[in-house]
């Protein structure tokens, strides 16, 4: 399953690049263009613009009108109409920034690229191939299980 998300919806998409979804994203689309390519590349068209949903919707196509005010609800919401899994495994994340597959790399490779402490104390690093962005379970990441632990919580009541 592939999405396209609309400009309004940056943090989703990371947040769904980050559970290993392949999500296109940018500001620049204007409404035809999301349609267009949406069909073009058989994508899921996620918006919260519903006159656009129904515009998909009128063509036949797949979207989804995100409505939560937060982003666990937001998560939540897409999660349960999608069936995906509300957990991240990095070996399966796309890169939030670019949406490229991320590489498990050995932390050997990274030595320079990464401020030392992180070095001395983190063990599992990815790097995305495109970007160059590098990415481990540091001190936000308790902050990244409790949005997902409330988007879990949340789905129930869905
Ligand atoms: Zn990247």
Redesign the pocket.
């Known amino acids: 399953m592939k999405f396209l998300a609309d400009g309004m919806l940056g943090k989703l998409t990371r947040w769904l690049r980050m559970l290993g979804q392949d999500v296109i994203y940018s500001v620049q689309f204007n409404d035809s263009e999301l349609l267009e390519l949406a069909k073009k590349e058989d994508r899921v068209l996620l918006t919260k613009d519903f006159e656009l949903y129904k515009r998909a919707i009128g063509r036949g196509m797949d979207a989804y009108y995100v409505e939560g005010k937060t982003e666990p609800e937001r998560l939540a919401e897409v999660a349960k109409r999608y069936n995906l899994q509300l957990t991240i495994d990095m070996d399966k994340s796309h890169?939030?920034?670019?949406?490229?597959k991320?590489n498990p790399t050995p932390k050997e490779q990274l030595q320079g690229e990464l401020e030392k402490n992180t070095f001395t104390y983190y063990d599992k690093f990815w790097k995305?191939?495109?970007?160059?962005?590098i990415y481990w379970q540091g001190a936000h990441w308790k902050q990244i299980t409790n949005t997902l632990t409330q988007a879990q919580q949340k789905r129930l009541c869905l």
Do not use: H
């Not at 995305?128 to 962005?133: L, S, Y």
């Open positions: 890169c939030p920034i670019c949406n490229t991320l995305c191939p495109n970007c160059g962005q």
